[in-house]
């Protein structure tokens, strides 16, 4: 005898709306950051392949992906710095050099991502601590990201320092927390505005390279930058932002300034602002409304009002001697630091790889720019055009219109030399120390 059939099967029909309601809930959750979508997908590098083939869009895969086999993923933090000059930001951005590029490239090269997450980076939920703009270098920068690494991590460290330029660095590769996010975590920032001492002159005729500040207007610029600790409304300290607007008030923790060190002929004094975040321009307008009011060109209640919701013109200071000089993980480190686990995220292990990197690769650029472009220079004479301006209009002698001026010796770029002199780069690197 046959058996007995049991019931039919009956298949249910899903309308429209739940299909796509579950084509929602497949689709992988990414973490909240300031990348676009849209940033997601970029076109590798046309070099260094490392024997890999182009995609019709430009990306790099592997010519026979199936046969690699890659290691277990894994959150990590990468722990770097990186000279900004030459470069777009940090953040990665289709059609521009970025250093998430370069790292992105160098990570695929080495094999520690997979061709499809190079393209689509929410699948490693890369993340930085912190943004960087045009221009702008790091000396102690964190990333986290999951990757595809074995248990060799020293090796790693090595091979990526090998796949990456001269003037991006990796200190370190720590196996982080599942859910670490870098910008998350990151507790507060310390930025460093490096400033050629003349621009804090208060007379005219002292705006050349040859000027050495006193301790008195040293005094003086460390007691006005104070003014800036603590809470404040940076609306006029930014763009793209109404007066009412939450975001505008920022939290300062403590600003410092080093005793001036000397780079060749050029004098510099090295401000240090520690904040918990800061907000696009706040440290350049920051450093700006300084250069006005120690130059007296402005008026005494300027930044008073600057504090306001009234808008206040303030001068935007060049870009060229910023770094984020440090990101701090104490959050993370409180947390996850002590449990017997995890690394704790921290600096002091990597503290000569950071000096030598930050004295060869940012510092010496910075002054090389400055000796050969008179970038605050020249910027200088820009503030007779701002609202606020109630001083002279610079002299024909210091404008480097005239050969023979003092402000000839800052504005010939014919003769180039070597970043910075032995005896300088010491005098630099005690002045970082001392001025943490």
């Not at 959150?75 to 777009?88: E, H």
Request: hydrophobic fraction near 30%; charged fraction near 30%.
């Amino acid at each position: 005898m046959m058996a007995a059939e049991g019931p039919a099967k009956t298949e249910l029909k899903r309308t429209p709306d739940e299909t796509e309601e579950d084509s929602k809930r497949c689709k992988t959750e990414l973490p909240e950051n300031d990348t676009k979508p849209s940033d997601i997908v970029k076109p590798l590098k046309n070099d260094e392949n490392n024997g890999q083939s182009k995609d019709s869009n430009g990306l790099t895969e592997a010519k026979d992906e199936t046969k690699i086999a890659y290691p277990t993923k894994k959150k990590y933090a990468i722990m770097m710095g990186f000279c900004g000059d030459g470069y777009r930001g940090m953040a990665l951005n289709v059609g521009v050099n970025t250093i998430e590029e370069e790292l992105i490239t160098a990570l695929l090269k080495c094999q520690f991502i997979k061709p499809e997450n190079a393209r689509e980076m929410g699948k490693m939920y890369f993340q930085r601590a912190s943004r960087t703009d045009k221009g702008v270098s790091a000396a102690r920068q964190v990333v986290s990201s999951n990757l595809n690494l074995g248990p060799d991590l020293k090796a790693a460290v090595s091979q990526l320092n090998e796949a990456l330029p001269d003037n991006i660095i990796v200190y370190d590769i720590i196996k982080a927390t599942k859910h670490f996010d870098s910008h998350k975590f990151a507790s507060s920032r310390v930025y460093e505005y490096n400033c050629p001492s003349f621009a804090m002159a208060p007379t005219l005729g002292d705006t050349w390279s040859g000027y050495r500040i006193t301790p008195q207007v040293l005094a003086k610029v460390r007691e006005f930058l104070q003014n800036f600790v603590g809470t404040k409304n940076y609306y006029n300290y930014t763009s793209n932002k109404s007066a009412s607007d939450p975001s505008c008030f920022r939290y300062i923790r403590s600003i410092s300034v080093s005793d001036p060190v000397i780079v060749e002929d050029i004098e510099y004094i090295r401000i240090f602002l520690h904040g918990d975040s800061f907000i696009y321009h706040q440290i350049r307008k920051i450093t700006g409304m300084t250069i006005a009011v120690m130059r007296n060109v402005t008026p005494s209640d300027h930044l008073e009002k600057s504090f306001t919701k009234d808008r206040v013109d303030i001068p935007l200071a060049p870009g060229l001697g910023l770094v984020l000089d440090e990101v701090k993980m104490e959050r993370y480190n409180k947390k996850f630091g002590k449990d017997g686990c995890h690394t704790p995220l921290v600096w002091d292990p990597y503290e000569e790889q950071v000096q030598d990197f930050k004295m060869k690769h940012i510092l010496s650029v910075i002054h090389r720019k400055e000796k050969a472009e008179s970038i605050m220079f020249n910027w200088l004479q820009t503030l007779k055009k701002h609202k606020f301006y109630t001083g002279d209009v610079l002299p024909e002698i210091l404008t480097g219109q005239s050969g023979e001026s003092k402000g000839a010796d800052i504005s010939d770029s014919g003769e180039k030399k070597d970043s910075t002199t032995t005896e300088s780069a010491v005098s630099l690197e005690s002045s970082t120390n001392a001025a943490k």
